[in-house]
């Protein structure tokens, strides 16, 4: 009768775990606004959660802990902006110098009835045209925003899922504080639902997870900033304009496994092939990008990453590939991570396998 009573129990309470999981679902689907932002406000408190932790040990109150890190923070993102700014500007001005020679270059190689429909008949015509172009590349940005202003501002009068669209992500640091400051009354909230005889497997479980996770969003991030740096200062010492640029792009582009090697490569070698006009900066380029990428899989990523993540670069090719299918940029973006993590209970799961009286023949 007891055992009738647990079975029902069981019933019960797995048809409610699987209504909450379908509602849960449906509610992320119909929301992906609220929760790309909660996403981003999650992935932010796992890269600071370790320096509050710190501090915490040292003394110092969460609180106080989190305003210390949220200010160095913004300092760092301020300092990192201008440095970027800054750079970028001087590169725009170096690459307009050079832009006769991108023209004597560019006026070589270009078909004529390409020249003709376009009204390029002189080297002079095509540096003059690139030099407009550029110089609204430089101004586009303000232009651009016009229109979108406008519409938002269009919407906001009509539209109420626009306004609170926009206020989530103005809110996104609200979300992190809250995130961070009640981190460890939430982990032990939720570990008051789980059984006490599953208590220690769930406890274990879940700090495999933690390891995977934070070892991918702090190590990735790392891994961003270092080949940023190093594709920026090769690119560089190559002679290419917009190293900087480049290079920091093709870096946070990274965050995406392989894609920002992409981008930067074929940035690079059209930056070499305008400006010097030979095989040699274009098979430079493309050698720099290769060692950087052969240090990157030998010896960055295992230093910094470690073997938290562990997944078979196959496997990562094709969960970025089916992450995009599904969902897009975020779906490349949650691909890798989510995988690993999917991973830790495969391998639990293989290891309950290989132990049953089934795989082992009893």
Known sequence: MKYKSMQKSSKVLLTFASLLLVLTAAAIYFSSTVFLQLLIAFALAYILNPAVAFLELRGIKRLYGILIVFTAAMVVCAGFAVFMITS??????NMQLNLPAYAQHLYEITPSAIKE???I???????????ELL???????????KPVLAFLQKALTSTISVILALLGYLIIPIYLFYMLFDLPQLKVFVE???????????????????TVLSGFVRGQLSVCAILALLYSVGLYFIGIDLAIAIGTLAGVAFIIPYVGTIIGI???VV??????NDILHPLLCLGWFGLVQALEGMIITPKVVGNTVGLHPLVAIVALLIGGQLFGIIGMLLAVPVTAVMQVFLRSLADYYRGSEFFRGA
Request: charged share 25%.
């Open 121 to 131: 008949e002189t080297p002079d015509k095509l540096a003059l045209r690139m030099s």
């Open 192 to 210: 008051s639902f789980i059984p006490e005889r599953f208590r220690s497997a769930y406890t274990e479980k879940m700090a495999e997870v933690d």
């Open 88 to 93: 970028i500007s001087g590169e725009f001005s």
């Open 117 to 119: 429909y376009l009204s």
């Open 135 to 145: 110089q609204q590349a430089r101004t586009a940005a303000p232009d651009l925003l």
């Open 266 to 268: 074929c940035l690079s």
């Open 271 to 276: 930056m070499a092939l305008l400006k010097f």
